[in-house]
């Protein structure tokens, strides 16, 4: 079995005026991440859980429409009042997908929600472009460097001389005159010297 990464916690129910509702109504995923979606009916009737993209569940939403189908997919649990199951599924792609009950008027009665996937924090990260320069002025106080620089090709800026901030680290390391190649981010707003070699 995949290793799980947590649990989410799933409750479909009705409500007093009329609705039927999923609680939560939303989830946040990361990218890669396995989730074991524990669901419960707490309602009085029979609910599903399905996982897929918007487009997929209004397809399959027509399609139960012409038809009671029961399906048995790795993405759904179909649940009884007071049954517990569970849906274990890996997101391995960033968008936006789609929880939802299919059977026929409970997607219209609100049983759906958004599921953000979101990129990984861990993801692979484009390896550091660095651009060559030469500093013209350091001020450690203000934490703050000019550098007389070839093009930024990470931030589409040509050659020029520009005030960067950067952190005492970095500062300590610098000297006026010095040849340096380094990259430059922008952090918060502000050109930053985020490494330098």
């Known amino acids: 079995a995949e290793a799980v990464?947590?649990?989410i916690?799933?409750?479909m129910r009705e409500t007093d005026d009329g609705e039927m509702i999923f609680e939560p109504a939303a989830f946040d995923i990361k990218e890669g991440e396995t989730i074991r979606f524990a669901v419960t009916n707490k309602g009085e009737i029979e609910h599903e859980f399905v996982i897929d993209t918007m487009e997929g569940n209004a397809e399959h939403k027509e399609s139960m429409a012409k038809m009671d189908m029961e399906h048995d997919d790795p993405n759904s649990v179909r649940l009884?009042?007071?049954m517990e199951g569970e849906v274990i599924w890996t997101f391995a792609n960033e968008g936006t997908f789609e929880f939802a009950c299919l059977i026929p008027g409970h997607y219209e009665s609100g049983m759906h929600g958004p599921i953000t996937v979101a990129q990984s924090d861990d993801a692979p990260e484009?390896?550091?472009?660095?651009?060559?320069?030469?500093?013209?002025?350091v001020d450690a106080k203000g934490k703050k460097v000019t550098i007389i620089h070839g093009p930024l090709e990470n931030l589409d800026m040509p050659s020029m001389t520009m005030v960067f901030k950067a952190d005492e680290a970095l500062i300590a390391k610098m000297k006026e005159g010095q040849n340096i190649e380094f990259v430059a981010d922008r952090v918060k707003g502000k050109l930053t010297v985020t490494a330098m070699k």
């Open 80 to 82: 009884d009042s007071g």
């Open 5 to 7: 990464d947590r649990t």
């Open 9 to 11: 916690d799933v409750t």
């Open 126 to 137: 484009a390896p550091a472009v660095y651009s060559t320069g030469k500093i013209k002025k």
